[in-house]
C-alpha cells in the first residue's frame, strides 16, 4: 500500500507556449519538505479522448494511420478526440465509423488512462465495440484508412507486430484480454 502524501502547493501558472492542440505551461510548486521546483506540463485543448477495440466475428479491427511523430505507418485501434456534448459511447461510435467503416450496438467501457502523467493531461477511454454493422461517416483523415481483421485466438502475437507499438494501443490489448476471459471468450 502507498502511503498519502501531500500535493504540492502551486505558486504560479504561466502558458510559455501554444498550438491548436496543446499549451505548454510552466508550473511553479512548492512541496511539503520546502522544495522548490519549476515543471513544464502540456495542456490538451481541453476534450479527452476515446480508443475503440473493435470485435467482429472473433477478430479485432485495426487500422493503419501515418503517425507523423515517427514518420512512419502505425497499426492500431481507432482514436479520436470527444467533442463538446458527446459521451465517450458517443464519440467511440462516431470514430468507429469515421476510421473503421462500422458502427457497433454494443459499447463496453473498460478503462481510462492517462499518458506520461508528469508533463500531459490528457486522458483516453478505453471502449470494446460489439455488436458491428457497416456505416461509413466522413472524418478529419486525411486518406482512407486501410482495416484489418486480426484473430482473438492470436490476440498476443498482436506485440510482435513491428509496426503495433503505440503504449496505449498495448494497453488496451491487454485490458481487452482480461475482459474477454472474464466473459469467458477466451481461455
Not at 462500422?102 to 470494446?128: D, E, N
Not at 455488436?131 to 506485440?159: I, N, Q, S
Not at 503504449?167 to 477466451?186: D, I, K, N, P, T
Request: charged residues 25%; contains cysteine.
Amino acid at each position: 500500500m502507498t502511503r498519502q502524501l501531500q500535493k504540492p502547493t502551486i505558486l504560479h501558472v504561466e502558458t510559455v507556449a501554444r498550438s491548436r492542440l496543446f499549451a505548454i505551461e510552466a508550473v511553479d510548486l512548492a512541496f511539503s519538505n520546502g522544495a522548490r521546483r519549476v515543471y513544464e506540463r502540456m495542456r490538451p485543448s481541453g476534450r479527452e479522448a476515446v480508443m475503440i477495440v473493435p470485435i467482429v466475428d472473433d477478430h479485432l479491427l485495426l487500422i493503419q494511420e501515418y503517425a507523423v511523430g515517427l514518420e512512419s505507418y502505425e497499426l492500431g485501434f481507432p482514436k479520436g478526440l470527444i467533442d463538446p456534448g458527446e459521451t465517450p459511447h458517443q464519440a467511440a461510435d462516431r470514430e468507429l465509423k469515421e476510421e473503421a467503416g462500422f458502427g457497433a450496438t454494443r459499447l463496453h467501457t473498460l478503462s481510462k488512462l492517462t499518458l506520461a502523467p508528469s508533463y500531459f493531461s490528457s486522458q483516453m477511454h478505453i471502449v470494446v465495440a460489439e455488436g458491428l454493422y457497416p456505416e461509413k461517416l466522413e472524418g478529419d483523415e486525411p486518406e482512407p484508412l486501410p482495416v484489418m481483421r486480426w484473430p482473438l485466438t492470436h490476440l498476443m502475437a498482436l506485440l510482435a507486430e513491428p509496426d503495433f507499438r503505440e503504449a496505449r494501443c498495448v494497453s488496451a490489448l491487454f485490458l481487452v484480454r482480461e475482459w474477454l476471459r472474464e466473459q469467458g471468450r477466451l481461455a
